[in-house]
């Protein structure tokens, strides 16, 4: 007969208290609701250090931070943190609402803790996460909670629209003014560094100059750095300074996500005058906008057809078409200065992608006068005429060292090239120095 022996479960040691935290959040961060934060962190702490069988560990408490997402409630993140080095066995709140309003981040928070066997209890709920029904029930209420989330959320943007209709908002600080009780008070110190942007860019200043010669005058934005570009357009871009607003520039697209974008006709926009003391006058907002729309202009032509050899110079590696960049940030052509084009293959991939050269437009003017200056009757060391290029070239072939001109003639021209442009600008340069020094010994004479 067989001999069977009995073998106990061996019953594991549990510890005599389980560490208990709660979590408790407010949306809003107003004197009421304190007092509502401040009443839930007392009321949690007196039931877990009442109860014999707990050990209390602490409260966390998120104030005025929305439980649609977890990226910005530090005090949750801290929650979780701690659970995982196993600090916490449970863990108390309100409600499913004030854990986390967003369905998926709360079954994949508690998913998460239900893997390391710490509960999760939902007060109002009566819900414990590890119970067997406790993911159902979750989901369920879960999506009445991001359902009661988007409604409020509505709400909300209905009340803010409905301000903005009559015209009213809430007070939000600006570079340039102080809220004052109920009204817009202008910092004196402030308008003047914006009456100088203002100035400085109908003047014809270029955005960084603006903001160097603002940072040599010691002024500075109010985080005690010097004003970027973007920070200078957005000025310029102020409506508030002129003494009025447009309302609902922006909206919230997402009660999830909170991201916002710009309105470009989807809501109605309102513009309220007298909303604050006026900073610039119209005139000079007029010379902005001038001189704004003359940079567009400027830019457009210069971008559209920067010279004559616009789109006709391709790569003889690559095939891909050569592009021009000006040396100059106002884009306007100098003798010596004019810019340079270079294969966009190379530009976009780099000096490794192609071996072909950066063409300067002055040795590329000065290779055409000998070559393609005789086909239209002109003189080999003459003056350049773009006409040359439009009548009689239908595209160019750069190599390393030679040009291919392909002309509409269905002739090739193949002439060797080398770069002189800096060269040249500096015998230019001297012959201007040398011819300016005998000038004024001609008048001293």
Known sequence: MPKITKIDRSITSLPTKRRVAAYARVSVDSDKLMHSLAAQISHYSTIIQANPSWEYAGVYADAGISGTGMEHRSEFRRLIADCEKGKIDIVLTKSISRFARNTVDLLKTVRH????????????????????????????????????????????????????????????????????????????????????????????????????????????????????????????????????????????????????????????????????????????????EAERERRRQAGAVRWRRATCFTGKIICAYCGCTFTFTPYSRTGELTAFQQGHYQCSHKRKQGAKACPSKSLPVYTLRQICCSVIGPLAGASSDGPFEEAWIDNHVDHIVAFADTLEFHLKTSEVLTTPWKNTAKRDAWAYRRALAQQHENSNGEVQS
């Open 113 to 288: 803790l239900r893997e390391r066997n710490i509960s999760v209890r939902f007060e109002r709920e009566n819900l414990d996460s590890l119970s067997p029904d406790g993911e159902l029930m979750l989901s369920i209420l879960a999506s009445y909670a991001q359902e009661e989330s988007y409604s409020i959320s509505e709400n909300v943007k209905w009340g803010i629209r409905k301000r903005f209709s009559q015209g009213r908002f809430l007070a939000y600080t600006i570079y340039g003014y102080r809220w004052a009780e109920d009204h817009f008070e202008i910092i004196e110190e402030e308008a003047e560094a914006i009456r100088f942007m203002y100035r400085a860019f109908a003047d014809g200043m270029m955005l960084t100059e603006i903001s160097d010669a603002l940072a040599k005058q010691g002024v500075f934005n109010r985080k005690g750095l010097p004003f970027g570009k973007t920070s200078i357009m957005r000025f310029l871009d102020q409506e508030k300074y002129r003494g009025f607003s447009i309302l609902q520039r922006t909206f919230v697209d997402d009660h999830i996500t909170h991201r916002k974008q710009m309105n470009r006709g989807q809501l109605p926009r309102f513009e309220v005058q007298g909303t604050h003391p006026v900073i610039i006058d119209e005139q000079l907002h007029q010379k902005v």
